[in-house]
């Protein structure tokens, strides 16, 4: 985890808040020390607590938390996650954006949890895509991990993956692999989008690391395991949810990738109130 990433994007996400002031609170406060209590509302996997101390950090240095729960717990509705204690204009300042990012990835890991329960028993994992909020990909990446998940590619610099479009931009699969390969260092793993069997076998042919199995049908999907087991790590992607994701690892695959896990992850409610 880099320190200065995460600083500079908490300056980020207070200057947005309150640009120049907190006109409310700066009316009001008079900088005595106070506390304030941070609890759940309802059922949830905690992620995100973590930051809870840094982020008052940039306000008052001096800020206390103890902890109640940590990161991965079940929290129950009622339970208190947190107590912070620091001087009152940083309760106020921060106290939205703190729990916006408490919402947004404990939302975040109870889905996941859910998805990576449903396959505990099969060999295939739960993993997250790029389809994240632009300026807090870091964090949901993390709640996913928290929840029991997997973490694909960061972005578009840590990993090859040759899409439809990159195929027609080079005309085939071979000859993607092959401008690949002569650029990227030779510890990089290939991976390839294929939708039907026949891009399949030009992949494994192309001597590819992975085989993206994307939007295709359960028993085709199937099909393609059983006769390359072995030869290639496989994906499956496209359309995934709580419904068919069993189906899905039964067919052998090696990892379930899903953006629902993190845009279709509802908030989970939690509240911070003052004493």
């Not at 059922?43 to 902890?67: H, Q, R, T, W």
């Amino acid at each position: 985890m880099n320190p200065i990433f995460v600083r500079e994007s908490f300056k980020s996400y207070l200057l947005e808040d309150a640009y120049c002031s907190d006109i409310t609170t700066d009316a009001i406060s008079s900088g005595r020390i106070a506390v304030s209590k941070i609890k759940a509302k309802e059922d949830l996997i905690l992620a995100g607590s973590i930051f809870i101390e840094p982020l008052f950090n940039a306000m008052d240095e001096k800020c206390d938390v103890e902890y109640l729960k940590k990161d991965g717990d079940k929290v129950k509705k009622g339970e208190y996650i947190a107590n912070v204690r620091a001087k009152d204009y940083a309760l106020l300042y921060i106290e939205r954006v703190c729990l916006n990012m408490l919402q947004r990835m404990s939302g975040i890991a109870t889905r996941t949890k859910r998805f990576a329960n449903l396959i505990k028993g099969y060999k295939a994992k739960i993993v997250d895509t790029r389809k994240t909020t632009p300026g807090f990909r870091f964090f949901e990446k993390y709640a996913v991990k928290i929840g029991g998940g997997t973490n694909h590619r960061m972005g578009l610099f840590d990993a090859v993956l040759i899409k439809d479009n990159h195929i027609k931009d080079a005309g085939s699969i071979k000859n993607a692999v092959d401008l690949v390969r002569d650029s990227v260092p030779f510890t990089a793993k290939i991976e390839v989008e294929c939708s039907n069997c026949d891009m399949v076998k030009q992949a494994i042919d192309a001597n590819v690391d992975i085989v993206m199995l994307d939007n295709m049908k359960i028993d085709d999907m199937k099909s393609i395991v059983d006769e390359f087991r072995g030869k290639v790590i496989f994906e499956a992607s496209g359309n995934v949810d709580e419904d068919n994701i069993v189906q899905i690892a039964d067919t052998g695959v090696d990892y379930i990738s899903s953006g629902s896990i993190i845009h279709h992850a509802v908030w989970a409610d939690i509240n911070m109130k003052m004493e």
